[in-house]
């Protein structure tokens, strides 16, 4: 992926919403996780496939990730 060819879109929700999506995930089991290497290219392909066919997802951040 070219950085120039990709789009961000930023959201901004409030403290209750923030609130209420909270409560909704926290039943959910982590479907990504963050290893020691970090974020990477893999994990975000990962989260992007993820959050295409779920709506709220979980990811774990492992203790050895930086």
Excluded: F
Excluded at 23 to 43: C, D, N, Q, R, S
């Amino acid at each position: 992926m070219n950085k120039d060819n990709e789009k961000r879109t930023t959201v901004t929700i409030t403290t209750r919403q923030r609130k209420q999506l909270r409560a909704l995930g926290h039943h959910l089991h982590p479907v990504v996780y963050v290893g020691k290497e970090g974020i990477t290219k893999t994990v975000l392909k990962a989260i992007d496939d993820v959050i295409t066919a779920h709506e709220l997802i979980k990811v774990k951040i492992g203790q050895n990730c930086p």
